[in-house]
Structures are given as C-alpha cells and as structure tokens.
C-alpha cells in the first residue's frame, strides 16, 4: 500500500476532479498490501551536489532531444534529435516544456528520505526535491515543484498531483503516478511496471520497456523506447500520440486501446501508414535501434554552429522555391549573417523611388530554419516592391544566460555586437546592393524578437521608420529611454489567449504613445504563435506602417 504523506485539507468539491484517479491509486496501492499511513521518521540518504546537477543535465538534454515541450499537434514523432541541443548549449537552456519551469538550481534541492520524511508538499519557496534512494512513499504535491527520485520508484511509492509537476526518474518505476495534467516525466534507465494516469497536456519519456498500465486524456505524447512488452496495457483518448522504440510486432499493437497516433521506429508492418481500428499507425522504418541520446557531453562540447547551418532548402520550401534568396554577410562580418529574400515575382521592374525593405528577426532560437516562413511573408504577404531581409540571431560562445538577440541595453557576455547594431549593418548593406525607399524601412520581430526591434526602434539614430512586434514582452528596463518613440509607429499584435500576458502588449501600446508614437494593437485568437490568417495579419500590419511612414521626417539613421 502506498504510504501517502498527506494532504492538505480540501472540500469534496475542489477534490472531486481527482475523485477518480485517486481512487484507482489506492486501488493499486490495496491490491499491494498495507494500510495508508503519513510518513514517519526516515533516514535521509543524501545524493552528492554533483549526482543532482547531472540528472538535472540528463533531464534537460532528453527533453531537447525530443522535443518535451508545449507541442501537441500532428507533428510525427520521430525519435531522438541530438542536433537540437546546438540550440539549447549550456546546462540553463531550457526548451519550453507542457509543466512549471524546471528548478534549474542543484543547491536549491532539499533532500527527502524515502519514506517521504522532510518532504513538502506545499512550499511557495522550495520548488526541488530530490530522493536518492528508491521512493517508497506516496507524494501528494500542492505546489509546482521538480522532483528527482534517482532510485526509481518502489511497488510501495508513487505521486498523485494535480498539474505542474516534472518528474525524473531515474531506475525503475513500479508504483504509481497519477498526474492530472500539465506534466513532464522521464523514466532513464529503467522501466515501468506499474500503474501511470496521465491527464491532458502531458509529456512521458521511458527507456525502458513499458511492461505496466497506461491510462491518457488527451493531448499527450508518449515516448516508448523500450517498447510495449507482454501484459503491457495503454489506453488512449483523442489527441495523443505514442512513439515506441525498438521492433514492434504487428500484434503488440492490441495492447493500445482507444484512438491515438502511433509511430513505430520499426515493424514487420511494411513502411508508411496504416489504419489498425481507431489507431493510425505510420511504420518510421528505422533500424530498431534508436535510443535516448548520450547524454554525458560537456556543454563546451556542444557545436555552436546552429546559425551557420544552411538555410533550408529543398522539399521544405517547394511552396517558395520561386522566390529568389541570397545567403549574405553584412559588411563582411561572419556573425552578421541575414538572407535577402525578393523579390517575390523576378520579372518585375525595380521601382522608381526603390524598393521597400523589411527585416524579420525571428522568434525562438532565431536560426536559419525560419527561412521558408519568411519567404512566405515575401511571397503571401507583401507586394512585389519589398525586399525582405531575414536576419540570423548570432550564438555568442560565451552567451550563458542564452538571450536570442542581445541589446545594448540587455547584452549577453561575449557578444561582439548587439542587434541594434547588426540592423543598421543589414539595412547599411542592402543599401549597397539594391536601391532601397528610406521612408520604407521596417522591422518585425515576434516572441524573442521583439525585444531587439523595440531596441532597435528606440535608438537615437535608427534607420527603421516602423516596428511590428508580435506575440512578445515589453520591459522598458531593458530598453532605450521611450522619450525617443516620439514620432516612430508600433504595431503590435497579441493573442489574449498567449501565455505571455496581454497585459504586456497594452503596456506597450500606451507608455509609447504617452511618449508620441504612433501605435495601434490588434488581436488575435488562439495563444502563442502564428494562428490565424498569419499573411492577413502580416500585411494589415504593413500597410497601417506604411501609411504613416511616408508622411513621416526621415528616419535618424539616414
């Protein structure tokens, strides 16, 4: 029986969405024997600072190799992708996963005995814990919080929660995890025996065999590498999609029950897609041996060359293809790396007064892969009179706190220059290329690049006369004093449903024009991202820039 360190007190009411989960737990727990009882003393067996850094940097590194982030859509899941982490380098850089931010800090974990003594589970200021020998208690959390359990997890142990929680494991998992949503799990080394409930919006890694039982809501992505062995039971709702590692026979697939997506990196099911009653498999027609990535590399080990990598080409920009693209260096600067794309229709005569530039600074991780995104903001978005310039965020060697486009304003050690620099570059050496209309010259920038542009817009001598910001944060902070908007144009837009606060774009739109800029915000449904009629929004944005900026002084860059 599971021992469970209890609770706070709850109404039957706020408990009831639990009811269910909580009641297949302790169903388990019966069938093992026992009674429930609260954690007792225990001894508390220390895992050295060194042992916690390392789970915490094995755990980051499986969720950047397979992509355990806040992702759940149609995307095939492919297995490892070990080049993902040139984007993620250093041990803080994390990718955005379903759950809380992950407590990043090794000191900052509390040490917790196997029967649970000196655990927590409501605590605004401790959000680490890490068990260092088997976990044979029952963890209730009420907080976010991390939880490192190196000894895997006894018949006896197991976490019941609501949301918010990461959890890795490292051994095997024989008791219980009941997770009602908004989670992250990884199971290294070792496997699952035991009984795992999954609500929405949940991430589940293990690589090991999966030989327990599975329940899942929707929307949830599950990573089997050791594939589905005897006795092993997976029921699935609408929206979750399971990839399992290894050879999997064509009759191991009546152990998924329900409707998913499931990927198998090898079957003797020929290659491609089948239809097997609710489940729609695709055969990867892999070699049976992929695995977690090997996650022992130094960070200093890690390739810093995910902005030199080559814009993409081929299959992924067919819809583009016909849109001419030149892969250049501003000044001659290897760090100043931009594509000039356009314009969209060849045959079509420069125009008199020339051409309209705008530079895109994409969000993320700001790397040559948002390519054919940006030639499709050339080709769908904007007229055959615009040039677009789409502007590589640099990776700085020493970049550790791992900002995508460092400002003077908010630099990152190590950068050779900040992006209000590298815009006036991109702009100085199209100039020199093309003839460029100085009264058209703007910048978009959305999520991790909207800082720079509201930087770049803010400075004293800029060549932009209009900034589009999408889906990003506004800190005046870490910019330039907004006395310098005063006749510049802002037009934001930002979905009231985005994890960043709306309330961050309303700032913007009033401090800037309380400092005499123009602004206006539009919005958009859906959340983060670009959701709904992306190239209709793109070029409304354009146009309410355009038809100030030609009545506009000239720009101070000029």
């Known amino acids: 029986m599971l021992p469970i360190v209890r609770p706070r007190r709850r109404s039957i009411r706020a408990a009831a969405p639990l009811l269910p989960l909580l009641l297949c737990a302790l169903a388990v727990a019966a069938a093992c024997g026992g009674e429930v009882r609260p954690a007792h003393a225990g001894q508390v067996q220390k895992a050295s600072p060194t042992q916690v850094a390392e789970a915490l940097e094995d755990f980051r590194r499986t969720a950047v190799v397979y992509r355990l982030e806040y992702d759940f859509n149609d995307k095939p899941l492919t297995g490892a992708d070990p080049e993902r982490l040139e984007f993620y380098p250093f041990s803080n850089t994390w990718p955005r996963i379903v759950s809380t931010p992950v407590e990043r800090?090794?000191?900052?974990?509390?040490?917790v005995a196997p029967d649970g003594r000196g655990y927590r589970e409501k605590d605004e200021k401790r959000t680490g814990y890490v068990f260092a020998g088997p976990l044979r208690s029952g963890l209730t959390p009420?907080?976010?919080?991390?939880?490192?359990?190196?000894?895997?997890?006894?018949?006896?142990?197991?976490?019941?929660?609501?949301?918010?929680?990461?959890?890795?494991?490292?051994?095997?998992?024989?008791?219980?995890?009941?997770?009602?949503?908004?989670?992250?799990?990884?199971?290294?080394?070792?496997?699952?025996?035991?009984r795992v409930f999954l609500g929405?919006?949940?991430?589940?890694?293990?690589?090991?065999?999966?030989?327990?039982?599975?329940?899942?809501?929707?929307?949830?992505?599950?990573?089997?590498?050791?594939?589905?062995?005897?006795?092993?039971?997976?029921?699935?709702?609408?929206?979750?999609?399971?990839?399992?590692?290894?050879?999997?026979?064509?009759?191991?697939?009546?152990?998924?029950?329900?409707?998913a997506m499931v990927f198998l990196e090898s079957s003797d099911l020929a290659p491609g897609k089948h239809q097997k009653g609710q489940l729609q498999v695709t055969v990867l027609g892999g070699d049976g041996k992929n695995c977690v990535a090997e996650t022992g590399k130094t960070a200093a080990a890690v390739t810093m060359a995910a902005h030199r990598r080559p814009f993409p080409q081929g299959e992924v920009a067919q819809d583009v293809a016909d849109v001419p693209m030149e892969d250049l260096r501003a000044g001659g600067d290897p760090d100043m790396r931009y594509a000039l794309i356009g314009p969209a229709k060849k045959e079509t005569a420069p125009p008199a007064a020339g051409y309209k530039l705008l530079l895109v600074l994409p969000g993320g991780d700001g790397s040559p892969d948002f390519n054919p995104f940006v030639r499709r903001i050339a080709k769908f978005a904007l007229?055959?009179?615009?040039?677009?310039?789409?502007?590589?965020?640099?990776?700085?060697?020493?970049?550790?706190?791992?900002?995508?486009?460092p400002t003077a304003t908010a630099p990152a050690a190590g950068m050779r220059f900040p992006a209000e620099q590298f815009i006036a570059a991109v702009v100085a050496d199209v100039q020199k290329r093309r003839k460029i209309d100085a009264r058209h010259v703007y910048a978009l920038g959305w999520s991790s690049g909207g800082p720079p542009?509201?930087?770049?817009?803010?400075?004293?001598?800029?060549?932009?006369?209009?900034?589009?910001?999408?889906?990003?944060?506004?800190?005046?902070?870490?910019?330039?004093?907004?006395?310098?908007?005063?006749?510049?144009?802002?037009?934001?837009?930002?979905?009231?449903?985005?994890?960043?606060?709306?309330?961050?774009?309303?700032?913007?739109?009033?401090?800037?024009?309380?400092?005499?800029?123009?602004?206006?915000?539009?919005?958009y449904a859906g959340g983060h991202g670009w959701r709904e009629d992306p190239y209709g929004h793109l070029a409304r944005g354009i146009a309410w820039l355009e038809k100030g900026a030609a009545a506009a002084a000239p720009p101070t860059g000029q």
């Open 105 to 111: 800090d090794a000191s900052r974990f509390v040490h």
């Open 142 to 194: 009420v907080t976010p919080q991390t939880l490192l359990l190196l000894g895997g997890v006894a018949k006896d142990g197991g976490v019941i929660t609501e949301n918010y929680v990461n959890l890795y494991v490292r051994g095997d998992m024989a008791g219980v995890l009941t997770l009602q949503s908004y989670s992250t799990t990884v199971v290294r080394r070792g496997g699952i025996s035991g």
């Open 200 to 259: 929405s919006y949940a991430n589940l890694l293990v690589d090991g065999p999966f030989v327990g039982r599975l329940t899942t809501s929707s929307s949830c992505s599950l990573y089997l590498l050791g594939g589905i062995g005897t006795g092993a039971q997976v029921r699935t709702d609408r929206g979750a999609r399971i990839y399992v590692g290894g050879r999997t026979p064509e009759e191991a697939l009546s152990r998924i029950k329900g409707e």
């Open 383 to 405: 007229g055959p009179e615009y040039l677009v310039a789409h502007v590589v965020a640099p990776q700085w060697e020493a970049q550790s706190n791992r900002i995508t486009w």
């Open 453 to 523: 542009v509201y930087a770049a817009a803010l400075s004293e001598r800029t060549p932009l006369t209009g900034a589009f910001i999408a889906m990003s944060i506004f800190r005046p902070a870490d910019l330039p004093p907004l006395a310098a908007a005063k006749g510049r144009a802002f037009y934001l837009l930002h979905s009231p449903q985005d994890f960043i606060k709306i309330a961050e774009a309303e700032r913007a739109r009033d401090e800037l024009a309380g400092a005499g800029a123009r602004t206006t915000l539009t919005t």
